[in-house]
Structures are given as structure tokens and as C-alpha cells.
Nanobody
Framework: QVQLVESGGGLVQPGGSLRLSCEASGSLFSTNVMGWYRQAPGKQRELVAAIIRGGSTNYADSVKGRFAISRDNAKNTVYLQMNSLKPEDTAVYYC????????????????WGQGTQVTVSS
């Protein structure tokens, strides 16, 4: 079993930065692929970024060049550095983990965190 605990959300002004963290406990195999999703009010949950244990990454077009996903395999932790934040980035951000890449990218991950709120507003 895997538990995911997110931290780092909050209120930030447009143009500001935040870094989200997600610490995983449990099977290293189950956290081979980790990702960040977000869900804004009234909208579907969407993939923000994903990263495989070896370091390959994938980003939504809306965040390319502004967000960066990384991981510390020794700590079994994934990070999301968010720069140049916009009001439309406001959402609850969820961490996800799964052994298989396509399950992360299609929203079918076996493990999910409880979410952390990110609000971008002046």
C-alpha cells in the first residue's frame, strides 16, 4: 500500500511561485511513475505533469515553460515547482502514483493524495 502526502499549497499573487511536495510511503515499485493533477471548480481533473523514476517527464501544454516536476528517489518524494503563476492555475492539486506510465497519464493511477489548494489571486 502507498500513502501520498502533499504539502506546499497556498495563496500567491499572479506572477509568483510555489513549490508543491508529495512524499510517498510504501512500495518503491508502486511509485515508479508519479504525477500531479489539478482540478478547478466546475472543471474536470487534468494532468499537469508526470515523471518516471528514471527522470523522463511530461507536461500539459498550459504549464510548459512555467512548471517543473522533479523527484528525489532517495526520499520517494516528487516536487512541482510552479513559476509565473496565473489565476487560471487556481485549483486543488493532487499527487498520484502508479507502477505503470499510462495509468498516470490517463487518470487511472492506483494511488492518490488528498490534495492541496493553490490559489492565485491579487
Amino acid at each position: 500500500q502507498v500513502q501520498l502526502v502533499e504539502s506546499g499549497g497556498g495563496l500567491v499573487q499572479p506572477g509568483g511561485s510555489l513549490r508543491l511536495s508529495c512524499e510517498a510511503s510504501g512500495s518503491l515499485f508502486s511509485t515508479n511513475v508519479m504525477g500531479w493533477y489539478r482540478q478547478a471548480p466546475g472543471k474536470q481533473r487534468e494532468l499537469v505533469a508526470a515523471i518516471i523514476r528514471g527522470g523522463s517527464t511530461n507536461y500539459a501544454d498550459s504549464v510548459k515553460g512555467r512548471f517543473a516536476i522533479s523527484r528525489d528517489n532517495a526520499k520517494n518524494t516528487v516536487y512541482l515547482q510552479m513559476n509565473s503563476l496565473k489565476p487560471e492555475d487556481t485549483a486543488v492539486y493532487y499527487c498520484a502514483a502508479d507502477p505503470i506510465y499510462y495509468r498516470i497519464t490517463t487518470g487511472q493511477a492506483n494511488y492518490w493524495g488528498q490534495g492541496t489548494q493553490v490559489t492565485v489571486s491579487s
